[in-house]
Nanobody, 116 residues
Framework: QVQLVESGGGLVQAGGSLRLSCVASGTIFSLNTMGWYRQAPGKQRELVAAISSSGITNYPDSVKGRFTISRDNAKNTVFLQMNSLKPGDTGVYYC??????????WGQGTQVTVSS
């Protein structure tokens, strides 16, 4: 059974930084595309960053240049470095594991709150 455990969320002032981590177990981590999604109150869950098994990254325009996703396959961990945070970045951040056969697994989420 795949488990994804996020950490690193919290309260930060606008302009500040946070680093999220997600440790995966129960999967061959290096084969998976890993991603971070966020969900703000009343809004749909949206992708904020993804990294393929070969290290190709993908970001929406809203976070490009501010967020960086990386992975450490030896530690089964994916990171999200978030800089220049804005109040609009507030939400619950979820770690996503997309298996090669198309199945998704999700973490429990970690709250990020950016105050103005």
């Amino acid at each position: 059974q795949v488990q994804l455990v996020e950490s690193g969320g919290g309260l930060v002032q606008a302009g500040g930084s946070l680093r999220l981590s997600c440790v995966a177990s129960g999967t061959i981590f290096s084969l998976n595309t890993m991603g971070w999604y966020r969900q703000a109150p009343g809004k749909q869950r949206e992708l904020v960053a993804a990294i393929s098994s070969s290290g190709i990254t993908n970001y929406p325009d809203s976070v490009k240049g501010r967020f960086t996703i990386s992975r450490d396959n030896a530690k089964n961990t994916v990171f999200l470095q978030m800089n220049s945070l804005k109040p609009g970045d507030t939400g619950v951040y979820y770690c996503n594991c997309k298996h090669p056969w198309g199945i998704d697994d999700w973490g429990q989420g970690t709250q990020v709150t950016v105050s103005s």
